[in-house]
Structures are given as structure tokens and as C-alpha cells.
């Protein structure tokens, strides 16, 4: 990895922007009343994929474990499957290839303090991070964040930050950025997705998966779209063609997108998926499956609990959230037209962390699945609004 940094450009309208923090996204999207992140751009002639400090500060992120799945890529009548294994990261999630940029682009920006807006998984990596960095981090979370997080972010030296519901803790980043501190994830209305030197750091899964066979299609768990932008940016750089690229979602919200509904619209729906819940669409997650041809898959919890389980009988305890990439591609490969087609699936946590072994509130109300269910379409549309917002609103995508 090299950095041959020159400008940013918007994700949406490709307008070129000198090298700075935009926190409302593009300012001429803005301007117009949309909302869109924007990409860092590179001097030509560099090979592979670039990332703006290639030397940051690490933990040993990256180069995580790719599980050939023979048993499941037959049963989905596929040529080959693998599992992406990102829970083999230093803090158990794929937020720690994000951190590592973040973490570097806020100390190359002299802020002292790093805040963030989590369900547990991207604000125990920011908190390492910064950690070993010697910089102090605030997570805003809400009542909902399972104990097992609390401890471990606190272990880290990081100050938690309790509110009712998320748009309360975006309201909060929004005061801490004012007084100088440097935000790690996403605080606006339309959201944006996270700053854009931070998903910059998934480009090393495209980067990774490219070094192989190059898949036919990868699928991820999906919320804002940092990850799915990141990937989509890797591969578009290497040059070598960019996969198919499949979001799963625990209800019908970039799917809505893609039929026609306005991005900027809020999406309700009732989840037990915390990491990928949320009511909220950005422009960097449309345009990385409209630049793909990809697809955006509702995946219920039934099916995610289901895909679970599968994937424990291969050896593979995932997180629910994660586990929804398996059930995403086997509602995919249903119809048999990706049979002899190379799939990965990322998954992204461990199910050792699952906030729904720890957290009564994010169960669902039947986690029996009914034999089959793992190749069952979810149902899409309109979901039933949640009661808990708390819950709700837990994003971590």
C-alpha cells in the first residue's frame, strides 16, 4: 500500500474538492439538499490499491483468514464459497481497518480527542485505536449497548456517554465537533457515512480478496455503506473488475432505494441485527451497488438465525448482524443463477459478542426458524416501526 494523495472528489456529482474535513459531505450536494460522501483520489501510475497513511499506527489489522466453504457452496449449488473472517481482527470486527486510518488522519488533523457513535463494535475499535495512539475517545451509546462492550471499551481508557435514542448521540458529536474534537462515525441528518480517510481503510479487503481468485460476487452486511463503499473503492482501484457486490439489511431499505424511493428518507423497521440496524440510507452505499450491479437483500431475523446456525455446523460462530451475508446470498442463489459462480461472504463479528446473547431487548420474539429457512426470501416492504428506539436506531454499519 502507497499513498499518492491529491484531492477528494464527491461520491455523488464527482465535483473535485481540495484535501480537507467535510463534515456535511460534498458541499455542492449539499447545497442542492443531498446528502453524499465523498472519496479520496490518487496520482496515477501506482499499482494495487492506495491508502492516505500507509504507515498508521497498527495493531496487526488486515490479512484476515478466507474459510473455503465446500459444504454450504454445494448445498447453494455454487461453484466455491468463502467466508471473509474479519473477526480475526485485533478487537473482533472489521471496524479495525477503519479505525487505523481514522485514528492517523485525526492525529495528522491535531485533534487531542476522538468521539463516536456506536453499538459496540466500531467504538471498541475507535477506543484501541486511540488507545495506542495516547489519545483520549468518548463513545455515545445508548442504554441498550450490552454489558460485555461496556467493560471493554472502558478497559480501553475511553469515557462512555449514555443517551435515550441515536439521534441524541449524533446531536452530541455534533456539540463535541464543534469544540474541536474529530468525529469517527457518521453524526449528520441526511447521514453521510463515516470521513471518508476512514473507509478508505476497507479498500484492504479488495485488496486481499483480489490477491486470490478474484469472486464473482461478495457479500456483506450492511447499514451506512462504509464497508460496502470501501470494498467497491478497493476494487475499482486495483483495476482487475469489480465483483458483484450484495447488501444484506435486516429490512427493506436500500432495496427500497434502488426501486426508486429517495435516499434521504428515513426507513424504519424492527431488528434484532444491532450492528446493522437503523433507519437510515446514505448515497456512498446506492452508488456502490448501482457501480456493481449489485443488489440490496432484506434478510429477517428468522433467516439470519437460521443462516447462524448454518454456519456454527461449518465451525463458524458469527454474529447475527454477520450471519445475515450467508442468508443474503442463499435468498440470491435460490434461483440457481449463480450456480458454478465464486461467492465470498464477509463476516464482519464473532457470535461471542452478539448483543442478543446479552441483551434481552434486541431478541426476537421467536427464534425458531422452520426447516429451510435458510433459502426462504425475507419478507420486504414496510416493516413494523419499532417500539424501542433505543434499539432501533443501534447503527453500526
Not at 496487526?60 to 467466508?83: D, Q, Y
Not at 469515557?159 to 452530541?172: E, P
Not at 437460521?306 to 451475508?325: K, N, T, V, Y
Request: a neutral charge; glycine letters at 12%; hydrophobic letters at 40%.
Amino acid at each position: 500500500m502507497t499513498s499518492r494523495l491529491t484531492g477528494m472528489a464527491c461520491l455523488r456529482c464527482a465535483e473535485p474538492w481540495p484535501v480537507a474535513e467535510y463534515e456535511a459531505g460534498c458541499p455542492r450536494c449539499a447545497a442542492e439538499g443531498h446528502a453524499s460522501n465523498l472519496r479520496l483520489t490518487y496520482s496515477p501510475g501506482g499499482r494495487g490499491a492506495s491508502l492516505p497513511y500507509p504507515e498508521a499506527l497498527s495493531l496487526g489489522e488486515g490479512g484476515t483468514p478466507l474459510v473455503e466453504l465446500p459444504e454450504l457452496a454445494s448445498e447453494l449449488k455454487l461453484g466455491k464459497l468463502s467466508a471473509k473472517l474479519e473477526w480475526c481482527n485485533p478487537t473482533g470486527s472489521h471496524k479495525d481497518r477503519m479505525s487505523a486510518q481514522l485514528i492517523a488522519r485525526a492525529l495528522d488533523h491535531g485533534a487531542a480527542r476522538v468521539v463516536a457513535a456506536s453499538s459496540g463494535n466500531g467504538g471498541l475499535s475507535v477506543a484501541a485505536y486511540a488507545a495506542r495512539a495516547g489519545l483520549s475517545a468518548e463513545i455515545a451509546t445508548t442504554e441498550a449497548l450490552p454489558r460485555v462492550y461496556r467493560r471493554a471499551i472502558t478497559a480501553y481508557g475511553a469515557t462512555l456517554v449514555g443517551f435515550a435514542d441515536s439521534m441524541a448521540r449524533w446531536k452530541h458529536l455534533a456539540k463535541r465537533v464543534g469544540e474541536g474534537a474529530f468525529a469517527a462515525t457518521n453524526y449528520k441528518v441526511p447521514a453521510i457515512g463515516t470521513n471518508p480517510f476512514g473507509i478508505e481503510g476497507y479498500k484492504t479487503i479488495a485488496a486481499e480478496l483480489a490477491a486470490g481468485t478474484m469472486p464473482d460476487l461478495v457479500v456483506m452486511p450492511c447499514s451506512r455503506g462504509d464497508l460496502l463503499s470501501g470494498i467497491r473503492l478497493g476494487f475499482e482501484e486495483i483495476g482487475a473488475g469489480v465483483p458483484m457486490l450484495v447488501a444484506a439489511e435486516p429490512f427493506a431499505r436500500l432495496e427500497r432505494v434502488l426501486a426508486g424511493a429517495d435516499y434521504r428518507e428515513p426507513f424504519a423497521g424492527d431488528t434484532a441485527q444491532a450492528s446493522i440496524a437503523g433507519s437510515t440510507v446514505t448515497w456512498q452505499a446506492v452508488e456502490a451497488l448501482r457501480a456493481s450491479a449489485g443488489r440490496a437483500i432484506p434478510v429477517d431475523d428468522r433467516a439470519a438465525r437460521a443462516a447462524q446456525r448454518r454456519l456454527a455446523a461449518c465451525g463458524l460462530h458469527a454474529e447475527l448482524s454477520a450471519a445475515s451475508a450467508l442468508a443474503a446470498l442463499a435468498i440470491l442463489a435460490a434461483g440457481g443463477g449463480f450456480a458454478g459462480r465464486h461467492a465470498v461472504i464477509v463476516l464482519t463479528g464473532s457470535g461471542s459478542r452478539d448483543p442478543g446473547d446479552t441483551d434481552p431487548a434486541a431478541r426476537p420474539h421467536d427464534e425458531a426458524a422452520p426447516e429451510g429457512a435458510l433459502a426462504q426470501p425475507a419478507t420486504t416492504g414496510v416493516s413494523p416501526q419499532r417500539t424501542d428506539p433505543s434499539v432501533q436506531q443501534r447503527e453500526n454499519g
